[in-house]
């Protein structure tokens, strides 16, 4: 089956500057790769996927990016703020687990003034 | 706030006591889902409904049940809390296959 971890449990960047969200998978039938984002004490917030077949894609100052060569998917945040401070989950959805999606822990993003 | 409304916020629970999580949605979307949220770990679909009078399990059903009422509620009951269910609880609308929209959640203490 799938599993996705990403790899570092907590990430500081200095506001103003670019920051980068890794996260590896396991399962290179995956369909998609998703992001989303964990503010303290609320739900997670949907912020972009990308399908297997792309290698990139752009939001609202983010980009995501995805190798399946190695099997790694980052999430880039530009001019990072004080309100992208979050957790900052990757999942995962692969027919193998019946469209259900997996997830990983979560990377925490701190930002300093 | 529009979207997914879950209650209660907080719960403490004795071990063997039951009880049921309720979640509501506005966004007359079929999709409803149950996930629960431990620390280090990544969220866990628990039961999910495709649709008004169909659910189904998910990845770590066992000590749960679910009521689809209706189109917009979806319920969650615990028929005997164990310490083990102690967790974050959300409900989910799922627009797509990747996109939810998720409630603030319901944190749950089993003692």
Request: glycine share 8%.
């Amino acid at each position: 089956g799938e599993s996705v971890g990403l790899h570092l449990p907590t990430l500081s960047v200095q506001e103003g500057d670019n920051s980068i969200i890794n996260c590896a998978y396991s399962n290179s039938a995956s369909d998609y790769f998703i992001w989303y984002k964990q503010e303290s004490g609320k739900g997670p917030q949907f912020i972009i996927d990308i399908r297997s077949n792309m290698d990139k894609r752009q939001g609202q100052r983010v980009t995501v990016l995805l190798n399946k060569t190695v099997k790694h998917l980052s999430l880039q945040i530009a001019a990072t703020q004080p309100g992208d401070s979050a957790v900052y989950l990757c999942a995962a959805l692969t027919r193998d687990s019946n469209y259900q999606l997996i997830w990983g822990a979560g990377t925490k993003l701190i930002i300093k003034p | 706030n529009a979207g997914v409304t879950q209650t209660p916020k907080f719960q403490v629970l004795k071990t063997g006591q039951s009880m049921t999580l309720q979640c509501a949605q506005d966004m007359n979307h079929n999709s409803m889902y149950w996930y629960r949220q431990d620390p280090g770990m990544g969220l866990r679909l628990i039961y999910y409904s495709a649709s008004e009078g169909t659910t189904d399990k998910g990845e770590v059903p066992n000590g749960y049940n679910v009521s689809r009422l209706n189109k917009r509620e979806f319920s969650l009951r615990l028929e005997s809390a164990a310490p083990s269910q102690t967790s974050v609880y959300f409900c989910a609308v799922h627009l797509t296959w990747t996109e939810a929209f998720f409630g603030q959640g319901t944190r749950l203490t089993v003692v």
